[in-house]
């Protein structure tokens, strides 16, 4: 079993939404644990718990990052979802740049 790390976009485009966004993350995630994996997506992950905070904690890209890149040092596989708009997203650039300085494989998928 390995120990996955499922970087996906949070922020939508194109009229989608947030939650068309979450909902493809889960889905591809729920495929990687089909497969026998153990995987950790942030968005997914932090989408449901961020409904539990207050204030501006909820939005704070620095507070979601210290999460998520805390799990990611562990992963043994990096996968990218690539949804539109996936290249611009600030938080899957900087995992990229943890899971290359870690020595983490990043596999891109479609």
Known sequence: MSFISLASPYTPIDGESIE?????AAR???Q????????????????YIADHLEGERRLDHEFWMRQDLAVLRHAALMVVLRLPG?????????????????????????
């Open 20 to 24: 068309e966004r979450v909902a493809s």
């Open 86 to 110: 996936w290249e611009r997203s600030r938080g899957i650039a900087r995992e990229i740049v943890v899971a290359q300085s870690c020595n983490i494989p990043i596999q891109y998928v479609s």
């Open 28 to 30: 591809y995630a729920a």
């Open 32 to 47: 990687l644990m089909t497969a026998g994996n153990a995987v950790f997506s942030p968005v997914v992950h932090s989408h």
